[in-house]
């Protein structure tokens, strides 16, 4: 089975923060962009990660790189998506800033990119058998429930689709 790797579910256009920015600045961030956290950058370059839980309570004039987390976690477009979803468990964080090797921020990955990577997984099989392990190991039963979807109510979760997997996937088109 093919390894999926980042560089198909991260986000390329992202949102950071420059290293002489202030909290006030990050603040203004959040607001406007509904996001929790920036990678913070100095001249293209991941230094560290700032969230919302790091900036509680300062003064507005502090600078960025005084909160932010240093040594942020991150991976790189090549790293794979089961690889990030460990770091992701292991540290409780949300957000991964995607780097080259020279540390210049190509993208960003979040775990609901990385749970998206694992519906796309998911076939009928999959569910039975989830559904006897509810059933077996803690007493729930479930229901499944089969039903029409409008194509316009669908959203895409990935850029491309490939023949080989078009025809694996050929039974959710039935």
């Known amino acids: 089975m093919e390894k999926k790797q980042v560089s198909n579910y991260m986000t390329h256009d992202v949102v950071s923060v420059e290293a002489s920015q202030t909290v006030g600045d990050v603040?203004?961030?959040?607001k406007t962009t509904g996001h929790d956290?920036?990678?913070v950058v100095r001249g293209g370059r991941v230094v560290?990660?700032?969230s919302a839980r790091d900036i509680i309570g300062e003064h507005p004039e502090i600078r960025a790189d005084q909160r932010m987390t240093r040594h942020a976690i991150t991976a790189t477009p090549t790293t794979t998506v089961t690889e990030v979803a460990r770091r992701i468990f292991r540290t409780g964080i949300q957000k991964l800033p995607i780097v080259d090797s020279a540390m210049q921020l190509k993208g960003i990955i979040s775990n609901?990119?990385?749970i998206r990577s694992q519906i796309e997984r998911v076939t009928p099989e999959k569910v039975f058998n989830f559904q006897r392990a509810l059933k077996t190991l803690y007493g729930v039963g479930s229901t499944l429930k089969r039903e029409a979807v409008p194509v316009?109510?669908?959203?895409p979760t990935q850029s491309a689709?490939?023949?080989d997997e078009l025809e694996g996937r050929m039974y959710e088109l039935q």
């Open 27 to 30: 603040i203004r961030l959040i």
């Open 37 to 39: 956290g920036f990678p």
């Open 161 to 163: 689709v490939h023949q």
């Open 48 to 50: 560290g990660y700032i």
């Open 112 to 114: 609901m990119d990385v």
């Open 152 to 155: 316009s109510a669908v959203h």
